[in-house]
């Protein structure tokens, strides 16, 4: 499994869709889509 895999495992996306209001394969979605260009932009930090 990748860093990014184990990452995408340990985030509360049931919880995550709750609080906005949508269905967990979208919020699902939306984090795997989010979460490498975070990544991204922090490693551009370093």
């Known amino acids: 499994?990748?860093?990014?895999?184990?990452?995408?495992?340990?985030?509360?996306?049931q919880q995550i869709a709750s609080l906005l209001g949508t269905d967990a394969a979208s919020a699902q979605a939306?984090?795997?889509a989010a979460v490498?260009?975070?990544?991204?932009?922090m490693q551009s930090n370093v």
Not at 1 to 10: K, N, P, R, V, Y
Not at 36 to 41: E, K, R, V
């Open 1 to 13: 499994m990748s860093d990014i895999q184990e990452l995408l495992g340990q985030i509360p996306v």
């Open 30 to 32: 939306a984090v795997e």
């Open 36 to 41: 490498p260009t975070l990544l991204a932009g």
